[in-house]
């Protein structure tokens, strides 16, 4: 499968006072192209919650950082999924500026039932898109 590429344009409010990318903006960066991912396969994550009584959360990340974005820098966001298990998903995800990766993470994504928020088997129709 190809990853999934989301370009975005760093703005002032994602950085520092040098002009360097905050660390935990990364994450949202890796939040948002994961969702657009999911809307780009005909999936709104609210719509998920109000039909399928499910959400998704963050259950661990792990990322590596390797050299900084810098305010006004158009960088490139990927999310690919490469593991599936009855009610999570690994998501292995990249930034970078061109051909220099800046950063790269892995994050489990956990589906939770929206009423019990106990984990709940991610539904086949979504599964399956997943890994089309």
């Excluded at 950085?15 to 949202?28: H, Q």
């Excluded at 399928?52 to 050299?67: A, S, T």
């Excluded at 939770?112 to 991610?122: F, G, H, N």
Aim: aromatic share 12%; charged share 25%.
């Amino acid at each position: 499968m190809q990853p999934f590429n989301w370009p975005v344009r760093v703005y002032y409010e994602d950085t520092d006072a040098g002009g360097v990318v905050f660390y935990a903006n990364y994450l949202k960066f890796f939040e948002r192209a994961r969702t657009e991912m999911l809307r780009h396969k005909g999936f709104e994550q609210d719509q998920l919650l109000k039909t399928e009584g499910i959400m998704f959360v963050v259950r661990q990340v792990q990322v590596d950082y390797l050299m900084p974005a810098r305010f006004n820098e158009q960088i490139n966001v990927t999310a690919l999924v490469t593991s599936i298990k009855k009610a999570s998903l690994i998501f292995t995800q990249t930034i970078t500026r061109g051909d220099a990766v800046l950063c790269r993470g892995s994050v489990r994504i956990a589906c939770l039932d929206s009423q019990s928020l106990r984990p709940k088997a991610i539904p086949e129709f979504l599964l399956r898109a997943l890994t089309a």
